[in-house]
């Protein structure tokens, strides 16, 4: 009998028939959850098995998501944790819906998140591993116990794109960069409204800051800025070569800053 046998998500049932014939459309396989849910029923009934002569049943069972809230690929995944855990460099992770207070997700090295315009909110943050990548997310009202959670952390390679962000406790983007980091943070939008009243006043909507003496470099261009901060919008420190940061073209309200830099403030 195969009564009771457990089988986790996406491993292979294989069972081998001691005797034949035997009545294959009776045959059922059932995939359920811990607690009980019935997600999906299949009679195995293909030409070889309905002959009688099959000796043996191979099949691949996979739990239904309902309600995804990400995908890798093809692949759709209950929460965007069980993606960002399950993600390889490489990888592409697509929001399929809004998600808040997920905590702190780790993005390892190569993947990028796409947040397909969906939201990001409350008590969460990301850390990019090396090379990782966010674009399209909009990020909103970030806050924890101690008001002192930003949005986004770093400290290697890293690329922001795209992505809104609106009332983050802290700094929106905080990285600390190491040698040979290459940052790339362009077309994003930062606002301070305090219209949440959970919210309080963001100290930066960027900050970049290495140990003193670092070699890295920094492209922080076409991004938008309104609102008040505690201290500077966009700050950007201890570099080594100036040649290798670039944090012009960004709009500080409806000023622009210039092709030299320099550290806007409010």
Not at 90 to 97: A, L
Not at 104 to 133: C, E, F, I, Q, Y
């Amino acid at each position: 009998s195969l009564d009771g046998i457990a089988v986790p998500s996406g491993e292979k049932l294989i069972v081998n028939m001691a005797i034949m014939p035997f009545d294959a459309a009776s045959l059922q396989i059932k995939v359920s959850t811990d607690g009980g849910k019935l997600f999906a029923s299949e009679v195995l009934a293909q030409s070889a098995l309905a002959l009688g002569k099959a000796r043996k049943i191979e099949a691949t069972l996979t739990e239904e998501i309902v309600d995804p809230e990400a995908m890798i690929g093809s692949t759709k995944y209950p929460t965007l944790s069980a993606a960002v855990a399950a993600a390889q460099s490489g990888d592409e992770i697509v929001m399929m819906k809004d998600v808040e207070n997920v905590g702190s997700l780790t993005l390892a090295a190569g993947v990028t998140l796409n947040g397909d315009s969906h939201k990001v909110s409350g008590n969460s943050s990301l850390r990019l591993g090396d090379g990782a990548a966010v674009e399209g997310v909009n990020i909103e009202n970030i806050h924890n116990d101690s008001s002192k959670l930003s949005a986004i952390y770093g400290s290697a390679s890293a690329t922001v794109t795209g992505c809104t962000f609106t009332d983050c406790d802290w700094d929106s983007i905080q990285f600390t960069p190491v040698e040979g980091s290459v940052l790339t943070i362009t077309g994003n939008t930062f606002a301070e409204t305090a219209s949440d009243p959970n919210s309080v006043t963001a100290q930066r909507f960027i900050h970049i800051q290495s140990q003193k003496n670092v070699d890295f470099s920094a492209t922080v261009t076409d991004n938008k800025m309104t609102g008040t901060t505690a201290q500077c919008k966009l700050e950007c420190y201890y570099f080594t070569d100036h040649s290798k940061i670039d944090i012009s073209h960004n709009y500080i309200g409806t000023t622009r800053t210039g092709d030299t830099g320099g550290c806007p403030r409010k």
